[in-house]
Nanobody
Framework: VQLQAFGGGLVQAGFSLRLSCAAS????????MGWFRQAPGKDREFVAA????????YYTDSVKGRFTISRDNIKNTLYLQMNSLKPEDTAIYYC??????????????????WGQGTLVTVSS
């Protein structure tokens, strides 16, 4: 499956952005999906995940209550609504697709396909 992430940009702290990830090539609803991010000089880290049906959702602690992951299996699109953004949220955000991720949803190797990333910059 091909993934294309978009929606990043430059915002001030406290504001919101919505990232989207458009999928094509294979049946989107067959895949668990995740958002990861990589800040300058840091390793890629897990942000949020949603299973194929949308019934199981997970977040890293630092974004709980601020970010919301969702998916539209008709539009073949994954979303990440980011509210109350902080400067420490600055990173390149990647969407990823995998199957049967189960308890490995936080691990990047559990995902087979990756988008190209979209840059989010939050100024203080």
């Amino acid at each position: 499956v091909q993934l294309q992430a978009f929606g990043g940009g430059l915002v001030q702290a406290g504001f919101s952005l919505r990232l989207s990830c458009a999928a094509s090539g294979r049946t989107f609803s067959n895949y668990d999906m995740g958002w990861f991010r990589q800040a300058p000089g840091k390793d890629r880290e897990f942000v949020a995940a949603i299973n194929w049906s949308g019934t199981n959702i997970y977040y890293t602690d630092s974004v709980k209550g601020r970010f919301t992951i969702s998916r539209d299996n008709i539009k073949n699109t994954l979303y990440l609504q980011m509210n109350s953004l902080k400067p420490e949220d600055t990173a390149i955000y990647y969407c990823a697709a995998g199957q049967n991720t189960y308890s490995d949803y936080k691990r990047a190797p559990a995902y087979y396909y990756w988008g190209q990333g979209t840059l989010v910059t939050v100024s203080s």
